[in-house]
């Protein structure tokens, strides 16, 4: 399999475990607190849209730039619906093997990693790690418990190692955690992007 498939392939398995975790948000729950410190669910889920709408557009469009966020009363279904949108542009192959990413852009994902170009497998793994990580996070704040399954874990830790050095986790990522060495691989995973499974 070469980089790029495999670069789909990951993201397409994170957007899937993602969109369970998104099958668990109703309205009421909007206002609970996520394990992001500074979000409720509602803002977590704003920024999700946003981050998948960004890799929407480095497929389709081959460049991130600055898009608006889905309207307030709507951040559940459109949140759901970027989610599938973004299935079906990377399904469809990227339109070119170079992302470009303005720097004012709005790209969560893609800002941690050096300034563009970059290769559409890097934004695929980068934005595979951001998008089941926050899947998680949707899963804690609807008090559910669905942990990252190990196989795409296991992958998704070896990207982040790679991709995620310690000057990208200022105002991005907590600290690593300390986790035992038989942990379970979704454990790792969260220890290493700061988070206590």
Do not use: K
Request: with cysteine.
């Amino acid at each position: 399999m070469d980089a790029l498939a495999a670069g789909v392939a990951i993201l397409e398995r994170s957007v899937s475990y993602a969109l369970g975790s998104l099958a668990l948000v109703t309205p009421p729950l909007l206002v609970r607190p996520t394990p992001c410190s500074r979000w409720d669910l509602r803002d977590l889920l704003h920024h999700l849209s946003d981050s998948m709408a960004a890799l929407q557009e480095a497929a389709s469009l081959g460049s991130v730039s600055a898009t608006p966020p889905p309207d307030a009363d709507a951040v559940i279904p459109e949140t759901r619906a970027r989610a599938v949108r973004l299935l079906g542009a990377w399904a469809n192959g990227p339109c070119a093997p170079t992302v470009r990413v303005a720097t004012a852009s709005r790209a969560a994902p893609l800002t941690a990693l050096p300034t563009a170009p970059l290769t559409a497998p890097v934004i695929a793994g980068a934005g595979a790690i951001e998008v089941a990580a926050h899947g998680w996070d949707v899963a804690q704040a609807c008090g559910a418990r669905r942990p990252i399954p190990d196989d795409l874990a296991d992958e998704l830790l070896d990207l982040a190692v790679i991709l995620i050095r310690p000057p990208d986790r200022a105002g991005r990522f907590s600290h690593a955690l300390p986790v035992a060495s038989d942990a379970a691989a979704g454990e790792r995973l969260l220890a290493f992007l700061g988070r206590v499974s």
